[in-house]
């Protein structure tokens, strides 16, 4: 049974590569006008609108890893927490045409991520399951009446893969999942700004799918189906989560009405990678690192005004400060996402280093854990020279050579990954945990995305800007780093600069 799950997820990875000459499975034609919509309503499911105002925008982002009292459970606090990880942050308008934007980057924007919310005690909330309605700052009422319970309140969250399979074809399993990663870093940084320790629940697919309402088929019929991914307790005290429910309202939107290709190893996959996240046995504590670099500002402003950027200026040269405080947020304990996944790091960053003061240019590798580091070495290119680069970092030089035109061509010769001043690969140790675990391959995913995220806000509270990158070549990747197998795997590129700005855009408030 485990076999064939990790022969689907491993087949699956494989035709899911983009190559030099051969882009992965993916629609012909893109029909823009049938986007699928980018908000789920839950028709016939009371709403209930969110207070708007960020209750922490005194704290700065050098202040964040320090812990903080835990603000109370209400309304307030929630409406707060949820603006800064998945609420939107701006709408954009060009040409006629007008797009929102969220606290955390999407593939596309097309943001696959829904949320959900269960509130068991919070003043001014009956304890229920909520849908979190992004577009309004909004809860819809999906179920409720349980037994009195202790407090506490989890998010929810689920994947409706169409949003970006319409767009991405057969690729888009990744980048659902990397979205993912992405979230949950975001929940980690809100959760700690507002002194909450969030923790996620070791409940594998299934339990989760029944907890959000998932696996009420009648409901969903003729629609869209989301998949479950996972649940998180905002705070590590949280009671029992409350699991059932006498009532349910609302009936879940159609979002597109006329798909026009059908991709179903996207929901093999899916099935193929159902589980658990590893459980939790003890709680990390991030270390308050004394950085060279001070972010003097005000960490919900940079949540808030976090932009991906989609060109670089090609010459800025990053501080060697700025550049040293990006990598020490990747390290076990140098964010709050660490309190979140306190596991084994799995995934290490290589770096394509073109512009960065002090860092002679060239290809760099820093293993998130000391194991990695061994078996990297073992499986990158005989020829590397392994050179400790940095007397403070995990950070070892492993070529000296100029590679902007490499990481373009890599990046499926996106400028970005040239005009940056680094440009990362991130490297999983793939076929050992998948084996161990098909569910890995989400988490590794995950994991990588949350790198994505700490990167992206260190850079923007830096006066920088970063941006995912999804689409790479995978074995061209592969060959540039040696590794011959799947032992280990690239799954996400990560570009960071000095944005420039597109003027045409125009910038509007999130919430009128
Ligand atoms: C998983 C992932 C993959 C992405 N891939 C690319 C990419 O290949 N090229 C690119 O220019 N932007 C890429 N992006 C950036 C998105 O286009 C961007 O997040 C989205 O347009 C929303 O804009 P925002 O991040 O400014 O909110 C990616 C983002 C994510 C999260």
Redesign the pocket.
């Known amino acids: 049974m485990n076999d064939t799950r990790v022969a689907t997820v491993l087949a699956y990875h494989t035709r899911s590569k983009h190559a030099l000459d051969r882009y992965a499975a993916g629609p012909g034609t893109l029909d823009w006008e049938a986007q699928p919509k980018a908000f789920r309503d839950w028709a016939g499911a009371q709403q209930i609108g969110l207070p708007r105002a960020v209750v922490v925008s005194e704290i700065s982002w050098d202040a964040l890893p320090v812990a903080r009292p835990s603000l109370p459970l209400n309304t307030s606090n929630l409406g707060s927490l949820l603006r800064l990880c998945v609420g939107l942050?701006?709408w954009k308008e060009y040409a006629g045409s007008r797009w929102s934007?969220?606290?955390?980057?999407?593939?596309?924007?097309l943001h696959p991520t829904e949320t959900w919310l269960i509130s068991s005690g919070v003043a001014g909330l009956e304890d229920g399951l909520y849908h979190y309605q992004n577009l309004h700052h909004a809860l819809e009422r999906r179920a409720w009446g349980s037994a009195p319970q202790e407090s506490g309140v989890w998010l929810g969250f689920s994947s409706i893969h169409w949003r970006e399979a319409w767009k991405y074809g057969e690729r888009a399993f990744?980048?659902c999942q990397?979205?993912l990663g992405?979230v949950l870093a975001a929940v980690s940084y809100a959760a700690a700004l507002h002194g909450w320790r969030p923790r996620l629940l070791n409940l594998d697919t299934a339990a989760v799918a029944r907890c959000l309402g998932l696996d009420r088929e009648a409901d969903f019929v003729g629609v869209e189906g989301e998949e479950a991914e996972v649940i998180v307790a905002l705070d590590a005290d949280a009671g029992v989560l409350p699991t059932s429910w006498q009532h349910w309202a609302g009936k879940p939107g159609l979002l597109d009405a006329r798909p026009l290709y059908q991709w179903p190893v996207i929901e093999k996959v899916a099935e193929a990678t159902h589980g658990a996240p590893p459980a939790t046995d003890s709680l990390l504590t991030h270390s308050t690192t004394e950085h060279i670099f001070k972010a003097d500002i005000a960490a919900s402003q940079v949540i808030l005004q976090?932009?991906?950027a989609?060109a670089f200026d090609g010459e800025s040269v990053m501080p060697h400060a700025v550049f040293k405080r990006i990598l020490t947020g990747l390290l076990p304990g140098g964010s709050p996402v660490w309190e979140l996944w306190p596991h084994t790091a799995r995934v290490h960053p290589v770096l394509l280093v073109h512009r960065v003061e002090g860092v002679a240019p060239g290809l760099y590798v820093m293993p998130r854990s000391e194991p990695a580091k061994a078996s990297l070495q073992t499986a990158f290119r005989e020829t590397f020279s392994w050179q400790l680069a940095d007397p403070e970092l995990p950070l070892l030089q492993l070529v000296a050579a100029r590679a902007g035109k490499t990481a373009r061509t890599l990046?499926?010769h996106?400028d970005?990954a040239t005009q940056c001043a680094v440009t990362f690969m991130m490297v999983a140790e793939f076929a050992g945990p998948i084996a161990a675990d098909p569910a890995a391959y989400r988490h590794l995913h995950w994991e990588a995305?949350m790198l994505?995220h700490v990167i992206?806000l260190e850079a923007e509270a830096a006066g920088w800007r970063g941006?995912?990158?999804?689409?790479?070549f995978d074995d061209a990747d592969h060959e540039v780093l040696g590794l011959k197998d799947d032992q280990f795997q690239v799954i996400?590129?990560y570009a960071i600069g000095m944005a420039v700005d597109d003027p045409r855009l125009l910038t509007l408030p999130a919430y009128e």
């Open positions: 942050t701006a934007l969220r606290a955390h980057p999407s593939s596309g924007n990744r980048y990397l979205d992405h976090r932009r991906s989609q990046s499926c996106q970005i995305g994505g992206t941006t995912g990158i999804g689409c790479f996400y590129h």
